[in-house]
């Protein structure tokens, strides 16, 4: 997996900074004990000029974090969408991945983290495959013997930066086996998901995914996956999934912004799809790439056009 590339800004603390600017001390709390938030999204170029694909939940979600761990982010829902799309058009970007950040920042060693400043940024660089060719030929996954984290201790649902320790383990490990990517069974048993995407089984026509309460992150492709399955005609169930379910799969992928729609071509050495997606996948992955790039008119409010802002 490629190192990032740089670009020339970053929205930093309400305005843009260079790249190399854009510093953090070596006291941050953030960094001691994990206490960040963070999203991931993407922009995509479309015959509109670029866009930002379901910019608004993602900052949803992202403010929803913050406000569990009680950290205050002094932007509004719109100035963070606004900063967004700021982000892209000044750096001149089509395809990219975009990193928005909310952390306590220096100024106690206390677990407590009382009177440590919160700090923003929206970072940007070129977009670029999660797994190379993963989209395209799919990807080989192993069971992890990480258990995905539990509400009980750390909640699933919150996309906080400790939180990822877990997925850290689980991905050194699989890498570790020879494979792409790492599966996570929840401490119920079930299969919760990936490292950081959701999973999707396919069977006897049916798309299926598993909800909250599997411990999972609630993803923004796996909301439009399913959108997308039922506008398709394709008949959707929500439920858990057991590992017998994976194994008796037809097909299998994973859904996120990092990965976007990516088959899963084999778990523990067995195959699936005979060397290449099967064909539910395909057209769900179809239809994805098209809502993404503003070729399926449908799909447009799915989209923040990098062209049409705004300035406040
Ligand atoms: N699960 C985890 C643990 C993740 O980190 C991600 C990536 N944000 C996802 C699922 C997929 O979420 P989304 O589709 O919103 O990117």
Known sequence: MAGFTKTDFIWMNGRLVGWNDAQVHVTAHALQYGTGVFEGMRSYDTPDGPAIFRLEPHMRRFIHSARFYELTIPYSLEDLCAASLEVIRT????????????????HSFSVWPKDCPVSVAII??????????????????????????????????VKACGHYTNSVRAVQEAIRRGYDEALLLNTKGDVAEGSGENLFVVKNGTVITNDIDASILLGITRDSVLQIARDLGIPVTVRPISLMDVQTADELFFSGTAVEVTPIKEVDGRGYGEGKPGPITQRIQKTFFDAVHGRAPQYRSWLSYVGQLQRA
């Open 91 to 106: 750096n001149r970007l089509e395809n990219a991945y975009l990193r928005p950040l909310a952390f306590f920042d220096s």
């Open 124 to 157: 940007a660089v070129p977009g670029r495959a999660y797994i190379q060719g993963g989209p395209e030929a799919g990807v080989r996954v192993t069971v992890s013997t990480v258990r995905r984290i539990d509400p009980s201790t750390l909640p699933p649902f």
